[in-house]
């Protein structure tokens, strides 16, 4: 079922056929979750934003010129993995993340998932007793269904992110994905969580 988000958390969408990015207010600024998206129409609340700490990457299709501009505009750094950054070239990472878990800001861990892209990053926020699980991609609701998309040569890959996934405990999920319909986030609980991954590792 679809979820009030925490005030933290603001969804900015343009169009319905463009992907939701996620701007996460945190101590010390705002964490942009980059998609592919001219966000040139929120410019200014962007920068009432400032300052805007990361732009983080879930993978290579998150970024275009429009990312790399809103990169410059904010001035923020563009964050991915070496594998996803070599990927989006032309376009500069400014920084590079190991692909391992790590800590972004306190209370945000970035958690490789890769299988849909090599290099590709989820990100868990905890907040208030509450865990919201960023998939960009990796993961996408539609039609009521998760659904996913990976090549034969990486299913192995997005097996063992799906098992780092699961046994994750979290309350709501969020793609970031264009073919997100009709919701891009959702709540979920024990039940609906291995409802969900049994689905998916019933059908990868």
Known sequence: MTTNLPSSIQPVRDALTSPTTYLLRHARGTIVFGTKADLSPHKQFLLDCAPITHILLGDRHHASEHTARLAREVQAPLCASKAEAIAVKPIVADRILLH?????????????????????????????????????????????????????????????????????????????????????????????????????????
Do not use: C
């Open 100 to 204: 391992e878990r790590q800590q972004i800001v306190p209370g945000l861990e970035a958690i490789p998932t890769p299988g849909h892209t090599r290099g590709a990053f989820s990100y868990l926020w905890t907040e208030a007793g509450r865990r919201y699980l960023f998939v960009g991609d990796t993961l996408v609701p539609v039609n009521g269904r998760w659904e996913f998309w990976v090549t034969q040569k990486n299913r192995a890959l997005m097996r063992e992110s799906l098992q780092t996934l699961a046994a994750l405990e979290f309350d709501v999920i969020l793609s970031n994905s264009f073919a997100a319909v009709p919701h891009a986030w959702l709540e979920v609980d024990h039940a609906s969580r291995a409802a969900m991954f049994d689905d998916l590792f019933g059908r990868l």
